[in-house]
């Protein structure tokens, strides 16, 4: 990592990357700066098709990262492993909650009801640290246009703990995301044609309505509208999705 954090600028970018296309970017990153040290976190959701067929055509092996939170919708899990066919991937990892945690502070699965933040926490966020000890660097599929704290989403952040994450979609239109679906014939999320446009975890997503945000099925009428894997915390503490959250980095 030493020398990817010369190239670091005081603003959070690479000057090295400044006016560099997304495929050319991510393959300098992916073969030169983080060669066997790089995952992809994905959701396997209504747009990840888009990220994990770019990463694909660089390295299919590049290191999959999926987040099987025991809550998911199984048109999700169908997904996950119809476009794992598709784009050819050969490292898809499907990591779970760690089961003696749940026995304790979920152990009747309806925690999402009484603590939102605190599932999060225990089937997402801690859960993904753990997949990501050994990589310098990680790769989100996050956009300005889902809104909320994302609009200011910078393209490459440095976090608190050393890593690198990336977001290479971050500017990126929706009509540009729906343009790339189709150009190279990739399937859609089997929830798709139901309205849903953002989807997690079943019990806390619902399908949106004409003119309504994409990500407003997500945790609708909570106040809450991230997870918290991308927000800042304290190391050990459940600091996610409330009002006034700022990203990490």
């Not at 990220?51 to 899990?77: M, N, Q, R, S, Y």
Request: with cysteine; proline share 7%.
């Amino acid at each position: 990592m030493t020398q990817l954090l010369a190239d670091w600028a005081p603003n959070g970018t690479f000057r090295d990357y400044d006016g560099w296309d997304v495929q050319a970017m991510m393959e300098d990153l992916i073969r030169r700066a983080f060669p066997d040290r790089i995952a992809l976190v994905s959701s396997f959701g209504t747009e990840s098709a888009v990220l994990l067929h770019l990463v694909a055509a660089i390295d299919p092996g590049v290191p999959v990262i999926f987040l099987d939170t025991g809550k998911l919708f199984p048109e999700t899990l169908r997904y996950r492993d119809m476009l794992a066919e598709k784009c050819r991937l050969r490292d898809v990892r499907s990591v779970r909650p760690n089961a003696r945690t749940l026995a304790a502070a979920d152990f009747n699965g309806t925690l999402w009801q009484s603590d939102p933040d605190q599932c999060c926490w225990h089937r997402k966020v801690e859960p993904l640290d753990e997949a990501l000890v050994g990589f310098d660097a990680w790769i989100t599929g996050r956009k300005r246009v889902q809104g909320g704290i994302r609009v200011g989403l910078p393209i490459i952040e440095h976090e608190p703990d050393g890593k690198i994450k990336l977001n290479p979609l971050a500017t990126w239109s929706t009509e540009q995301l729906q343009r790339y679906i189709a150009e190279h014939d990739l399937p859609r999320h089997p929830l798709w044609d139901r309205g849903f446009r953002s989807i997690g975890c079943a019990p806390c997503t619902r399908a949106v309505a004409p003119g309504e945000d994409a990500r407003a099925g997500r945790w609708a009428g909570l106040g809450k509208s991230e997870c918290g894997i991308h927000l800042a915390r304290q190391p050990g503490l459940p600091q996610i999705g409330i009002a006034g959250a700022t990203l990490d980095g």
